[in-house]
């Protein structure tokens, strides 16, 4: 069993400045599902740093502060599988805040088990 530790999500594995976005957007490998965008790009680091993207286009406040809440979560409980040393941003799509929780949990499973099988990550 992993220890609580590993589930935190600290400023470290976060992606903070437009520039790490930029490099992540013009570089990186893209998977798309029907909910979200991944993009992502090894890099000369320790730990794998996720950004999100949720624009105006998909809904008001509310709602894009649930498909990020949504996202962090799902990316902390897969992050313990990942191989460290890439950076990610996933980027909503508009539908994405007009469905319910349920099938983003199950879209953003697949998104990380795509990315795993695209060999970025260690299970």
Wanted: aromatic residues 6%; contains cysteine; hydrophobic residues 35%.
């Amino acid at each position: 069993m992993p220890d609580s530790s590993d589930f935190r999500f600290p400023k470290s594995a976060r992606l903070l400045v437009s520039g790490e976005f930029q490099r992540v957007s013009s570089r990186g490998r893209r998977i798309a599902t029907r909910f979200f965008i991944l993009l992502t790009l090894p890099v000369q680091s320790d730990q794998t740093r996720l950004g999100i993207t949720v624009s105006r286009k998909v809904g008001n406040a509310v709602q894009r502060t649930r498909v990020k809440r949504l996202i962090r979560e799902q990316f902390r409980l897969c992050r313990p599988r990942f191989a460290s040393g890439s950076d990610c941003v996933v980027i909503a799509k508009p539908q994405a805040g007009r469905t319910i929780n349920p099938e983003l949990h199950d879209d953003l499973r697949e998104l990380f088990s795509r990315l795993e099988k695209m060999g970025i990550s260690s299970a």
